[in-house]
């Protein structure tokens, strides 16, 4: 090793004596430090550093299972209002309760994430009472309608989703086209339709509701006698509500169940696609027997280690910006409170409004969602799962 050579390659002059001059080591020192200074100006976006040593704002993070195109508007808006950064994490909607437990735990005693932003408010409520959120007062908390939120303050809902009928009108004659879930058991449509996987997301919550009205307004047996007239219709599993879409819109299904949200989305895309939103009762005269609606949530999480910043980003996802921000958005969400909402905001109200929704409690649909699900699972099959021939 040669050690007349600089750290950086270059050679130190020498006195007459063989050692070096004073002034040629400070001439030396500084050619080193104007080179080590110019790698580090190079290495420095590499390693996402500022000129004071990296972002130094707040941090809040947030675990999302919503739609990433439209919460990211969302996430911007918090930011540059508050000049809070959201460490944000997104998870697809499917994702199991027990799964979303086991990321939501770190190896240590506080979560992965301060706050939890879910597509689904059932879904919320079961990691609630599990004990992973945490009660939250606050201003905006607290001045939540007592229906939306829970009473111990651990969920907040808000802007949903109905449950829909989408269709290719080219291929659905006037007649066919459906109002009611029951009207996918007619004989026209053996063959022709599709739905989600029974078994998470939005459908899971949907089956469940079916189950629930159906038990206490019409007969018990009567969810399990829609499911055999599915059956019989040889009803197509997919993975998701967006895949019956796609589905539809190449033609491989004429119609299916799926969500407003995804319904809208490919409306935005330019695919030829109508949908209802659909009744549980036919008869429309019927008050509360219409269409169900989910909503997503927003929750503490239990143990986070920024709690004030937290109650700042639930505070800001319950205000009215965020409900226009996701109404507008091309997968919109049904607003729950249209009444703080902007004049200007009618005609998109109008595009996305229930006017009968389903009358179901929460705890009701839960009580009936895994059994709903599951008995879909047995007789129509599921994503992974052929279904049973007719004959089992």
Partial sequence: MDLTRSPA?????????GAPTPRACVAASRRVLRTVLAALATLTPLLGLGACGGDERERVAVLITADEAAARPVLAAFERATGIRVDATFVPEA???????????????????????SADLLQTIRLAESGAAAPLRSAAADAWPPALRDPEGRWFAFAARAGVI???????????????????????????IAMPDPRAGMTAGQLGAMKAYWD??????????????LRENEIRVLPTGSAVIEAIASGEADAGMTDSAALRAAQARGVAIAGVAARHDPDEATGGGGAFLLPSAVALLAGSSSPALAARFIDFMLSPEVELLLLEASAPRIPLRPDRLPASAATLLDGVAVADPLRARASAVLEQMESASAAATRLLGSERTPPPSPDR
């Avoid at 390659?9 to 004596?17: K, T």
């Fill in 95 to 117: 994702t199991d309760t027990a799964t979303l437990l086991g990321l939501l735990r770190s190896p240590g005693d506080r979560p992965r994430a301060d706050v939890l932003w």
């Fill in 166 to 192: 989408a269709y290719a009108p080219e291929r659905v004659a006037e007649h066919e086209v459906p109002t009611a879930w029951t009207d996918l058991v007619r004989d026209w449509w053996r063959g022709r």
């Fill in 216 to 229: 206490r307004e019409f007969m018990p047996g009567y969810y399990g006698a829609f499911l055999e007239g």
């Fill in 9 to 17: 390659g270059g050679a130190l002059p020498r006195s007459g004596s």
